[in-house]
C-alpha cells in the first residue's frame, strides 16, 4: 500500500460552505425573493428552472475573467426570473448577479479548514483543489487565507469542462506529480469519486453537508480535519 503524499480537495462542502445554504440563492437573491415565498414554490418546478438556468453555463463553461462570470450570471437568474415568474427588475438580476460573483462573504470556510490546511502542509503533503467553480474562486480562497498552502489547482472554468470529466482528472494528476495511488481525493459527490478511483487514486466522501450519512462506496469524512485522522489511522498513528 502506497502511502499518501498528497491530498486533493474539492471546495464546495469540502473546504467551505455557502452562508446562505445555496450556492445560487444567495442571501441577495433572498432580499429580493423572500425565502418564505421561494421555499412554498414547488421544489419539482426550482429544480426544473435551475437545470434549465444551468444548461448555458456547463455548455459554455470555460470563463476567462470575474467580469464574464457576471455576464454569464445575469443570464442564469434572467432564465430562472422568466421560468419561475418572479418578478425581479433588470436592475435586481444584475444586482443578484454582481453579488454573487463578487461578494466572496457568500462563501465560508468550514472552522477546521485553515488549520487543516496548515497541519497537512506542516507533514510535507502536497495539496491540491480538484473543484467545479468560477474565476471568482481564486481571490475568494486568497481572501479567506486558504490560497497559499496550494501547491495546485485544478479549475473546471479553465478547462471549460465539468467533473467526471476525464480530462479534469488527468489535469490534476499531471500537476500533483505522484501516482495516482500517492492521492487521496475527498470530494462530497459520488460520481466524482467514482471517476478518481478509475485512475487508481485513493478516495473519501466529505459528508460535511450530511453528516448524518455516513454510509456509502467510500470512508467519509464529516469536517476537513477527518482527513488528518484517516491518513493517521492508514499511517498506523503518525501523520
Known amino acids: 500500500m502506497e502511502k499518501i503524499k498528497g491530498i486533493l480537495f474539492d471546495l464546495g ?3 467551505e460552505s455557502p452562508a446562505s445554504r445555496s450556492w445560487v ?27 434549465k438556468a444551468h444548461r448555458p453555463l456547463s455548455e459554455h463553461h470555460y470563463t476567462e475573467t470575474l467580469e ?15 421560468t419561475l415568474s418572479l418578478g425581479l427588475s433588470e436592475e435586481a438580476i ?5 453579488d454573487h460573483t463578487y461578494n466572496f462573504a457568500n462563501y465560508v470556510l468550514f472552522p477546521d479548514t485553515l ?12 495539496i491540491g483543489v480538484l473543484s467545479d467553480t468560477w474565476p471568482s474562486t481564486v481571490p475568494q480562497q486568497k481572501e ?7 501547491d495546485c489547482l485544478t479549475l473546471s472554468f479553465e478547462l ?6 476525464p480530462r479534469m482528472y488527468e489535469d490534476a494528476l499531471a500537476k500533483m506529480k505522484l501516482k495516482p495511488e500517492e492521492i ?41 480535519g477527518g482527513v488528518i485522522e484517516l491518513l493517521k489511522d492508514r499511517n498506523g498513528g503518525v501523520l
Open 13 to 15: 462542502w469540502t473546504l
Open 25 to 51: 440563492f444567495t442571501r441577495r437573491f433572498y432580499e429580493y425573493v423572500p425565502r418564505a415565498r421561494f421555499e412554498a414554490m414547488d421544489p419539482n418546478v426550482i429544480r426544473a428552472a435551475e437545470a
Open 68 to 82: 464574464e462570470e457576471n455576464q454569464k450570471f445575469i443570464g442564469f437568474y434572467s432564465s430562472l426570473n422568466k
Open 94 to 98: 444584475e444586482d443578484i448577479a454582481y
Open 115 to 126: 488549520s487543516t490546511l496548515k497541519t497537512l502542509k506542516e507533514h510535507g503533503y502536497r
Open 144 to 150: 479567506a487565507g486558504a490560497y497559499k498552502y496550494y
Open 160 to 165: 471549460g469542462v465539468l467533473k467526471p470529466d
Open 184 to 224: 487521496l481525493y475527498v470530494d462530497d459527490l459520488e460520481k466524482s469519486l467514482d471517476k478518481a478511483a478509475s485512475y487508481g487514486i485513493v478516495c473519501v466522501r466529505s459528508a460535511c453537508e450530511h453528516p448524518d450519512l455516513l454510509e456509502g462506496r467510500y470512508p467519509a469524512v464529516t469536517s476537513p
